[in-house]
Each structure stands twice: as C-alpha cells, then as structure tokens.
C-alpha cells in the first residue's frame, strides 16, 4: 500500500509538473509573438489564485540583451482609472458622495457645465467632458518631448478644455476623455481633504501591500528594477523616455505598479473584497452599448466568456490587466518599431480561455 502511494504521489507531481511546463511555454509564446510584432520588451503575470507564473520577453533597453526584469516596475497609465474609481466609489459607500451627484456639487465653477454632468457620467465616460490631451502634442511625437520635463497640476490641465463645449449631451454617448479621471481626482482631494497619492495609498496601496506601486507626482524617475519606455520618432528612431515629469497624466494615469501589485490589487477588486456588491456591479455593467463600466471595461472573449479590468498608455508604456472568475493577466510592454495591439489581443484571449475561461 505504501508503495502504491508512493507511486500515485509521483504521478500526480509529475502530471503536475507537464501541466505547468505547458503553462509556461504558453506565457513564453505569447509574449515572444508580442515582441516579435514590434515592442521592445514585454512581461507578464498570470494569476489563477491559488499559483501564480510569470515570464518576460525582449530587452530591457534598445540595443541591450538585458532580460525583462519579471519583478519590474512600469508606467501603468489608464490602469490607473481602476484604483481612482474604486477609491471614489469608496467616498460612496460612506455616503459622501452620490453617483447621480453633479460634478459642480463639489467642485463649484470647475467647468462652465459641471451641474450638468454627474460623478456617474466621469466613472463611465458618458460626461461629454472634452479630451484635455487633444490640446497637446501626441504622445507618439516628437513635440511632445519638449513638454516632457513640464509640471501640471490636475487643475491646470482641466482648465486647458475649460473654454470648450461639450463633445455631446451628458448621458446620450460614450466618449473616452481623461478629463474625467483628472476629474476624480480633484473630487477625491476636495471630499478627503489629502492629496490624491495619500488617499491612495490609505485605501488601496497600503492595505493590499502592493509594495512596488506608487504615485510618483513629479519625481521623473521609475524607481527599483525597470525597463527602459521608450518613444517611437519616424520609422527608425527610438528616443528613451523612461524619466519625464509624470504629472501630465495626473490622477488620470500617473502610477508605477509591478504585474504582480496590478493582479492583486485587481484580484481583491473583483473578488468583492474592495467594494459593496452593488457598486462592484456599477463598475462592470457596460452603458450605452460600450465596452465601459464605471472604471472597468469589458472585454468579450472568444470562449464566450467576457473579461473585466483596464487597459492604459503612458508615454513609453502599454499595459492591460484582465480577469475572470478563475484567472487574472497583468502584461506590459515597452513601445518599439511596430504595433503589437492585435498580439496583446491574441495573448489574452488564450490565456483567459484556457482552462474553459471559468
């Protein structure tokens, strides 16, 4: 009997062994098709909860044969619109704040039409709220550089559409604007009375010990272990802008994570540990025909299955953070030559479906 056991035990850790070596070489594949459809450098996180894998691909700067660090810090940009949702969506909770709130409620004069556009209409970008970063360069440009070393408070960067009307009726759209989230920020400082990096890092940074984020403010740099971001000029130049002031993304898409702070932080969001169920429901129920919650997007999978969490840039950076009921991905990539979009799409629909996408 012994024996048997013995040999049923070796079994099963060899099967396990075969399964997480498929597992590995699935992550491997996809980020190397990434990096070979036009990124520097990627890495990634899987997380099913009880395990988690991680692997790298590319260089870590141009030129270099240095590894992807698989613990590396990076610019997660729009991702950043998840945690400023569910803090402000905190402040609701406690009965601070309304949803059907108008903005000018709280932020009096801060826009000509702020008593017409609700906290709710920021969260889900149904505002009509102008796109502030439609008044500067392109990020992808080389104007834009000349902005790099500039200092924005979230204030002057809303003032910068304050004199244009509506891009349409608050609440009749979708229109993606930053705007929005610069907007919550603001919302949070004015309800809480701390600046918008103390009031995350109380609420979320601290208490999941997501020890490799941070909001960095104006600090230029991306602290411990990174790969160079990197800004594609014409055809065949790369310019390095890992270092710039970061405070022109502001609370819209200003933190630095690891894939791994970005799964957990994800994995207590929509494991309901973070929120009340009805406004974790408010964050995945999709408007007016969109893919937009009120801070989470949706994406449909080719297994049938749809996937919440957030995508987001920021100058140099690409980051998506995706999970179902099973499974969460965290992958970034640093920018290079080509456009790898449609490699990013392919990876994460694998990996989410595997395992049946439960």
Same mark, same amino acid.
């Given at each position: 009997?012994?024996?048997?056991?013995?040999?049923?035990?070796?079994?099963?850790?060899?099967? +396990?062994?075969? +399964?997480?070596?498929?597992?590995?070489?699935?992550? !491997?594949? *996809?980020?190397?098709? $990434? @990096?070979?459809?036009?990124?520097? &450098?990627?890495?990634?996180?899987?997380?099913? %909860?009880?395990?988690?894998?991680?692997?790298?691909? =590319?260089?870590?700067?141009? *030129?270099?044969?240095?590894?992807?660090? #698989?613990?590396?810090?990076?610019?997660?940009?729009?991702?950043?619109?998840?945690?400023?949702?569910?803090?402000?969506?905190?402040?609701?909770?406690?009965?601070?704040?309304?949803?059907?709130?108008?903005?000018?409620?709280?932020?009096?004069?801060?826009?000509?039409? +702020?008593?017409?556009?609700?906290?709710?209409?920021?969260?889900?970008?149904?505002? =009509?709220v102008p796109e502030y970063l439609e008044t500067f360069p392109s990020p992808r440009s080389e104007e834009f550089l000349d902005l790099r070393w500039r200092t924005w408070t979230d204030a002057e960067l809303v003032a910068r559409v304050a004199?244009?009307?509506?891009?349409?009726?608050? &609440?009749?759209?979708?229109?993606?604007?930053?705007?929005?989230?610069?907007? $919550? *920020?603001?919302?949070?400082?004015?309800?809480? *009375?701390?600046?918008?990096?103390?009031?995350?890092?109380?609420?979320?940074?601290?208490?999941?010990?997501?020890? &490799?984020?941070?909001?960095?403010?104006?600090?230029?740099?991306?602290? %411990?272990?990174?790969?160079? %971001?990197y800004l594609p000029i014409g055809r065949d130049r790369l310019v390095d802008i890992t270092e710039l002031d970061p405070s022109v993304?502001?609370?819209?898409?200003?933190?630095?994570?690891?894939?791994?702070? @970005?799964?957990?932080?994800?994995?207590?969001?929509?494991?309901?540990?973070?929120?009340? +169920?009805?406004? /974790?429901?408010?964050?995945?129920?999709?408007? #007016?025909?969109?893919?937009? =919650?009120?801070?989470? @997007?949706?994406?449909?999978?080719?297994? %049938?299955?749809?996937?919440?969490?957030?995508? =987001?840039?920021?100058?140099?950076?690409?980051?998506?953070?995706?999970?179902?009921?099973?499974?969460?991905?965290? @992958?970034? /990539?640093?920018?290079?030559?080509?456009?790898?979009?449609?490699?990013? !799409?392919?990876?994460?629909?694998?990996?989410?479906?595997?395992? &049946?996408?439960?």
């Open positions: 009997m012994v024996a048997g056991a013995i040999v049923l035990v070796l079994m099963v850790s060899s099967a +396990a062994a075969v +399964a997480e070596g498929s597992r590995m070489t699935r992550l !491997q594949q *996809g980020l190397d098709s $990434i @990096v070979a459809a036009g990124a520097t &450098g990627a890495a990634a996180e899987v997380d099913t %909860g009880g395990d988690r894998i991680r692997a790298s691909a =590319g260089a870590a700067e141009a *030129g270099s044969t240095a590894p992807v660090p #698989l613990d590396g810090r990076f610019r997660i940009g729009s991702v950043t619109k998840a945690f400023a949702a569910t803090v402000v969506l905190h402040l609701v909770a406690e009965n601070r704040l309304g949803l059907d709130d108008p903005v000018g409620s709280v932020l009096p004069g801060v826009l000509p039409y +702020a008593d017409r556009v609700t906290i709710r209409q920021l969260l889900d970008h149904t505002s =009509g004199g244009e009307p509506l891009s349409f009726d608050p &609440g009749t759209t979708t229109g993606y604007s930053n705007t929005n989230y610069l907007l $919550i *920020g603001m919302i949070t400082e004015r309800l809480t *009375g701390k600046p918008y990096a103390a009031t995350l890092h109380d609420r979320l940074i601290g208490p999941l010990a997501l020890t &490799g984020t941070s909001f960095p403010g104006t600090d230029p740099t991306v602290p %411990g272990p990174h790969a160079h %971001g993304m502001g609370s819209a898409g200003g933190l630095i994570s690891t894939t791994t702070d @970005v799964n957990r932080f994800f994995g207590a969001l929509l494991g309901g540990r973070l929120l009340p +169920a009805l406004l /974790l429901t408010e964050m995945r129920t999709t408007v #007016l025909g969109s893919q937009y =919650g009120a801070g989470l @997007v949706a994406l449909p999978l080719s297994c %049938g299955v749809t996937a919440y969490g957030k995508d =987001g840039d920021a100058p140099g950076y690409s980051t998506w953070s995706f999970g179902t009921t099973r499974k969460h991905v965290t @992958v970034s /990539l640093t920018w290079g030559g080509g456009d790898p979009g449609d490699a990013v !799409q392919a990876f994460l629909d694998e990996e989410l479906c595997s395992f &049946g996408g439960e």
